[in-house]
Nanobody
Framework: QVQLVESGGGLVQAGGSLRLSCAASGSIFSINAMGWYRQAPGKQRELVATITSTGSTNYADSVKGRFTISRDNAKNTVYLQMNNLKPEDTADYYC????????????WGKGTLVTVSS
């Protein structure tokens, strides 16, 4: 089992920046990849960015060049640096951990709200 706790959400004006953090605990050695997803009101949850255990990253086209995902293995924490935020980035942001436990499993945090005002 893996527990994920997000922090760093809040209200920011368009063009501003926020950094989200996700601290993982539990069976962290079974995690292959971690990522951030978001869900806006009335919309489906969508991928924002992922990072593997080897450091490979993947981004949604809508955030490329503005968001950066990174990880601190010593702190078991994944970060999402969000720059040049837009109102359409407003959503609940969820941390995800994927791995073999020993079968493939996904774990989710409770989410943190990001609101971007115009």
């Amino acid at each position: 089992q893996v527990q994920l706790v997000e922090s760093g959400g809040g209200l920011v004006q368009a063009g501003g920046s926020l950094r989200l953090s996700c601290a993982a605990s539990g069976s962290i050695f079974s995690i292959n990849a971690m990522g951030w997803y978001r869900q806006a009101p009335g919309k489906q949850r969508e991928l924002v960015a992922t990072i593997t255990s080897t450091g490979s990253t993947n981004y949604a086209d809508s955030v490329k060049g503005r968001f950066t995902i990174s990880r601190d293995n010593a702190k078991n924490t994944v970060y999402l640096q969000m720059n040049n935020l837009k109102p359409e980035d407003t959503a609940d942001y969820y941390c995800n951990a994927h791995g073999w436990f020993p079968t493939p499993m996904d774990f989710w945090g409770k989410g943190t709200l990001v609101t971007v005002s115009s």
